[in-house]
């Protein structure tokens, strides 16, 4: 990577992502579908954002966006700007932006769809390892990887990265196979290959979902304690209200490619703003019994969307306004919602 681009000359008083009004098509065979219509996001340093919504609201491909995997065309940015790490992706020539993918980590759902089955633990951190020490070019990466000394000094900093996750025995974990570990261990082993690239944020897609509760928790603690002591930023995308309350400084809500709510999680869900996160908030099961409250109807069509608030048709609250697009308006310090029930346009 060019000096230019080594992350202590980015600003540390520079969000680490901030997206504005980004709206993206997609061109598919079909037609254009306009999946994002108006997201705003802010990450600074330091801090875990959530990023709730349903199955098919945007979540992934904004992640998609960040980590810089989504293929463009047939996505295309009509409006908005991107900046990540103080950078305005949009005047970057494409090497300095493909440089900036080493700041970014992932850690996926599912371990076992990204650990391989065939090979231990040790030859695909080391893979990882190498892969990241050749500034992720292809030649580098195979002349590295037959190099017994790399090799050697890779393996070492992968036992180094397991200790960073509290694995007791990091050479026992190296010498085995993903299946030879349980859910909450490759979980872990995940993190730890995520950190490998020395990032600086790191994206998390409902990495919990598939671990028991006692493994979930600690987890999540796991994560805001690396986050804290590698000074990492992190955005957390789940569907789970309460993991986001448990880990999440700030939560942005999510519809329909739309982000209509965000604030500090804590307010967020004890007085929700907008008329969809309270649907979100009164779906959760209650301990008093009962059942929980679902929101009528589904996402719409993003090839024929509806005007205006995407959320008017499933709305309870909707009204003739409704056909237009709310302005995101600030209703407290850090709490910012879109919708024409608040603000001076309120009716």
Request: include cysteine; hydrophobic fraction near 40%.
């Amino acid at each position: 990577m060019p000096d230019s681009l080594s992350f202590p000359s980015v600003s540390v008083q520079a969000p680490v992502v901030r997206l504005n009004g980004l709206r993206m098509d997609f061109h598919t065979g079909d037609g254009v579908e306009q999946v994002i219509k108006d997201v705003t996001l802010r990450i600074d340093p330091g801090e875990i954002v959530g990023l709730v919504g349903e199955s098919g609201c945007g979540k992934s491909v904004t992640a998609k966006l960040l980590l810089g995997i989504l293929p463009m065309p047939p996505a295309v940015v009509k409006a908005g700007s991107i900046e990540m790490f103080g950078r305005d992706l949009a005047g970057l020539p494409s090497g300095e932006r493909e440089a900036l993918k080493k700041f970014v980590a992932y850690v996926p759902q599912d371990p076992s769809a990204v650990l391989n089955p065939s090979f231990t633990i040790a030859t695909q951190m080391i893979d990882m390892i190498v892969w990241y020490e050749s500034d992720r070019k292809l030649a580098t990466y195979f002349r590295k990887r037959h190099t017994r000394t790399v090799v050697s000094r890779a393996r070492d900093h992968a036992a180094h990265l397991l200790e960073k996750v509290y694995i007791a025995d990091p050479e026992q974990v190296l010498r085995r196979y993903p299946v030879q570990l349980s859910g909450g261990m490759r979980q872990r082993v995940l993190l730890a290959m995520a950190l490998s690239g020395s990032p600086q944020l790191m994206i998390a897609d409902e990495p919990t979902t598939a671990l028991d509760v006692t493994v979930q928790k600690r987890t999540i603690d796991l994560l805001k304690d690396l986050v804290e002591r590698e000074g990492l930023a992190g955005l957390y995308i789940t569907h789970d209200l309460g993991v986001a309350r448990e880990i999440c400084a700030r939560t942005y809500v999510m519809y329909a490619g739309t982000t209509v709510e965000n604030g500090p999680t804590g307010p967020l869900l004890d007085a929700p703003l907008h008329p969809y996160t309270r649907g979100l908030v009164e779906a959760i099961p209650s301990l008093e019994g009962g059942l929980p409250r679902t929101i009528p109807g589904q996402v719409p069509d993003y090839l024929a969307p509806p005007r205006g608030c995407r959320f008017a048709p499933r709305c309870p609250e909707a009204f003739e306004r409704c056909r237009e697009t709310p302005e995101r308006v600030e209703q407290a310090p850090g709490r910012q919602v879109a919708c024409w029930l608040y603000g001076k346009e309120a009716a």
